[in-house]
C-alpha cells in the first residue's frame, strides 16, 4: 500500500487538512470538519480496497465520487471563511493532485 502514490498523496493531504480544520470555529467542530474528516477516511478506505480487489471499476467510480464531495466540502469551507485562503489554495492543490491520480488510475483500468 505504501508504494501506491496516490495513497501517499491522500496521507498528505490528510495531514494538512487537519492543520487547516483546527482553524475552524469550535461550531463546526462535529460540522463541516467532522464531515470532511469522515469524508478523507472514506477515501482512504476506498483505496485501500480498490487497492485490495481483482475487479477495482466500482470501487474507484466511488472513490472519484466521494473524491468530488470532499472538494465541495473543502470549497464551501472557504466560502464560509473558515479557512485563510492561502491554506484553501494548498489543501485545494493537494485535493487536485489526488483527483488527477484518481483519474489516472482509472484511466490505466480501462486499458
Known sequence: MENL???????????????????????????LAADIKRQIYTILRLMVAANKRYFKKNTLQDMDIEHEVLRRQIEMARNLKFVPFKKFAILSAKVDEVGRLIGGWKKKLQQ
Open 5 to 31: 502514490i496516490a495513497y501517499q498523496k491522500m496521507l498528505e493531504l490528510t495531514e494538512y487538512a487537519y492543520v487547516a480544520i483546527r482553524q475552524f470555529p469550535k461550531s463546526e467542530k462535529y460540522g
